[in-house]
């Protein structure tokens, strides 16, 4: 947890710079526009949709209209939540990642040789992909919203899982190589895991909760180079002009 933790200070530290600042709202911005507009064209037919599906017509049979209607409208907003939060997750990843990566590798991680691949294409399909998983994992967890409690812990897990998947790598793709990154993955599930859930929590809060997708990429950019840092026992493997 020590690494969390310090992940965690440092992505509030890295808030007082201006730069970052602009990162972190650019992807923000796009999920409350992008609610907005779901919420306004495709609510009420989302919940038209689950109200002519169990178990809403099984609370509609006994009476109970008004709690059908409250879930309907509950299950259409968080899907509306999953849908923005999963596209500024897209775009913080591909988009964003890259340059906060590149502006902290030039600034407080300058010891930390890049000895990866830069590829975007890599990164891209490995956020699409997770994207993917995410989605699928959704769709077959959503029995289990029917459960006290799970409609809240199921939602925070998923998006734990994405966080992990989506950053972890990106972060590290271009100053680990494929061994380092082998060795950093097996050794860090655990705390990389923990740091999702860290930021899935926060995305649960309002107003907060759109500033996650990128405050997520910044959290596993700091895990994650110091983590190679330590990883690397703090030689400098750099030669000026040359990559090793």
């Known amino acids: 947890m020590a690494e969390v933790m310090l992940a965690l200070m440092r992505t509030l530290a890295s808030l007082r710079q ?9 992807p923000a911005l796009f999920s ?36 059908a209607h409250i879930l309907a409208y509950l299950g259409g907003w968080m899907a509306i939540f999953a849908v923005a939060y999963l596209t500024a997750s897209l775009l913080a990843a591909i988009l964003i990642l890259p340059l906060m990566l590149k502006h902290l590798a030039q600034t407080e991680y300058q010891d930390v040789a890049p000895m990866g691949r830069d590829s975007f294409v890599a990164a891209a399909v490995n956020s699409v992909w997770a994207s993917i998983l995410f989605v699928g994992g959704w ?3 959503l029995p289990l919203w029917l459960v006290p409690g799970f409609s809240l812990i199921v939602p925070m897990l998923l998006m ?85």
């Open 18 to 26: 201006g730069k970052i600042w602009a990162y972190v709202l650019l």
């Open 160 to 244: 734990a899982w994405l966080n992990r998947r989506t950053f972890a790598y990106d972060a590290l793709s271009m100053h680990a190589t494929d061994a380092e990154w082998h060795v950093l993955r097996a050794q860090g599930k655990g705390p990389m895991f923990m740091l999702g859930l860290s930021m899935a929590l926060l995305a649960h809060l309002p107003v907060v909760g759109l500033l996650v997708p990128a405050l997520a990429a910044l959290s596993f950019i700091h895990y994650g180079l110091e983590s190679l840092r330590r990883t690397r026992a703090g030689a400098l493997v750099t030669i000026v002009g040359e990559r090793i």
């Open 139 to 141: 769709l077959l967890t």
């Open 32 to 67: 409350l526009v992008l609610s907005i507009g779901l919420a306004v064209w495709g609510l009420g037919a989302l919940v038209e949709q689950m109200m002519a599906y169990p178990p809403m017509t099984f609370l509609v049979g006994w009476g109970l209209l008004w709690l």
